[in-house]
């Protein structure tokens, strides 16, 4: 009897444990809290149905536009993206082309940034291993400046210079390319198109947990994984916080890197220190239609707004602008230390239109009404060395055979449900050629279930 275990009910435990039970595996996904999905949640307010974050999503990889087709099938809103930078005197399309980005700025200001750029290239400055090193390094400090300084420090509640520049084409967008990201020229090529279903990005999880318990598998909720028991170089057990032990073949894990040292029982030197955790205070208002944006997210990047993101829920099809009202998000990042996420809703809300409409995107007599909703330790703070520890981390992890582990940076992120989803069916993939050549073809695999549930 085959079991595989899959710790984490996000998008990638999900998208693991389908690609598991499609093939007859039997699989359990155990997830700490009250529902599956992580981040990948939608809700309805006020009729509408909108998300946790923002979650940009496409079908360009073809195994997600398989798992589309079939768990969602043509109940989806599809929508070129339209994706806005707000900065002090302009605002640009993102990602942001050279061209239109001299046009905004002027040609005063482009020079400005050329001449910064020559001279550090000219001085061959030594490149540092963080954010701003990356960024200066590439595009001339002159460009960090105005484009970027501002953005990470709201992002992370820390200049760039303390911030790991390793993942900088994650946390900014940035092509491999020595470049800026381009938008396709008109002409030359078509703009991306997102998809997001008609209620929102939770029905792709749920349907996921459909398929899953359809097919034999189990999905339990608040079921906290309290450690993995191993013997050798394989997971041979894991245990719940509630007492509860499965005895398994395998486990997919997608939680962190570093969540997941810390559940290997007999290696404790893998745990190392949790990095620091950003939280995130949504304000969703219900506003008149007419008076929105027609992008589907605008970032603002000024320090002199404490809000970074706001998101159109109305910007995807008319059904999202139904009864002429639509929804708006803004986010706040901050830390729970911060007065930010102690403060009331009211004054919350107040800070909200207060500042969308200082900002040109709302008009404060259109807002019928509000909620906030609190998002505790939504991504980690990754530090100059944090990819070195993630590093040694995984090698470590990888001694043992049948573990894998799908988990990165964990950060919201416009293109996060899709890399997650992606992550978590080759994670799948592995494990299941993992057990064939350990002679558990799929027509031996049972689906009955495991160890006291």
């Known amino acids: 009897m085959t079991r595989v275990a899959v710790v984490g009910g996000g998008p990638a435990g999900l998208a693991a444990a389908y690609r598991l039970t499609t093939d007859g595996v039997q699989t359990a996904v155990f997830e700490a809290g009250p529902s599956i999905g992580g981040l990948a949640r939608s809700m309805d307010m006020w009729g509408h149905a909108v998300d946790l974050g923002a979650h940009m999503f496409t079908l360009k990889d073809p195994r997600v536009s398989r798992m589309w087709t ?10 070129p ?19 239109e980005a001299t046009r905004a700025v002027g040609v005063a200001e482009a020079v400005r940034c050329g001449t910064s750029l020559a001279v550090g290239r000219l001085a061959r400055r030594r490149v540092g291993g963080d954010l701003e090193s990356w960024v200066v390094g590439r595009f001339g400090r002159r460009a960090f400046e105005l484009f970027f300084a501002s953005y990470v420090e709201k992002l992370f509640g820390a200049p760039a210079r303390e911030i790991d ?22 002409g030359s090529a078509s703009p991306t198109v997102l998809v997001r ?4 990005i939770g029905v792709l ?9 359809a097919r034999g598998g189990e999905v339990r909720c608040d079921a906290p994984v309290a450690r993995l028991r191993t013997a050798g170089d394989r997971v041979v ?7 509860e032990t499965r005895e ?10 570093a969540l997941t040292a810390r559940l290997v029982a007999d290696d404790r030197h893998l745990g190392q220190k949790p990095p620091r955790f950003r939280s995130v ?7 008149d239609a007419e008076t929105t944006f027609r992008d589907q997210w605008v970032f603002m990047a000024p320090r002199r707004f404490k809000g970074s993101r706001v998101t159109n829920f109305g910007s995807w099809s008319p059904a999202g602008r139904d009864g002429g009202q639509t929804v708006l998000s803004v986010e706040f990042w901050c830390d729970r230390s911060d007065a930010l996420w102690s403060a009331a809703d009211d004054d919350l809300r107040e800070l909200a239109v207060g500042e969308l409409g200082g900002a040109g995107l709302l008009q404060p007599q259109a807002v019928r009404d509000s909620q906030v909703v609190r998002l505790r330790d939504a991504f980690p703070v990754p530090v100059v060395g944090y990819s070195d520890v993630l590093a040694a981390t995984a090698a470590r992890l990888s001694r043992f055979a049948n573990l894998k582990v799908t988990g990165g940076l964990g950060a919201i992120s416009s293109a996060g449900v899709h890399g997650s989803l992606v992550a978590g069916i080759e994670a799948g993939d592995a494990v299941r050629r993992a057990l064939s050549l350990n002679g558990a073809p799929s027509s031996s695999i049972s689906a009955g279930s495991g160890g006291g549930a």
């Open 197 to 200: 279903p008609f209620r929102g």
């Open 81 to 99: 993206r339209r994706t806005r930078v707000l900065f002090d005197r302009w605002s640009l399309p993102y990602p942001f082309d050279p061209l």
């Open 205 to 213: 999880v749920e349907r996921l947990g459909e398929h899953i318990r």
């Open 237 to 243: 057990g894991v245990d719940l916080q509630s007492g």
């Open 165 to 186: 520049g390793a993942f900088a084409q994650t946390l900014l967008g940035f092509q491999p390319q020595r470049s800026l990201p381009r938008r396709p020229r008109s």
């Open 281 to 287: 205070v949504l304000v969703y208002l219900l506003v």
């Open 70 to 79: 079939e768990l969602v099938g043509s109940d989806y809103d599809s929508a």
């Open 248 to 257: 398994i073949d395998a486990v997919v894990s997608a939680l962190p890197v």
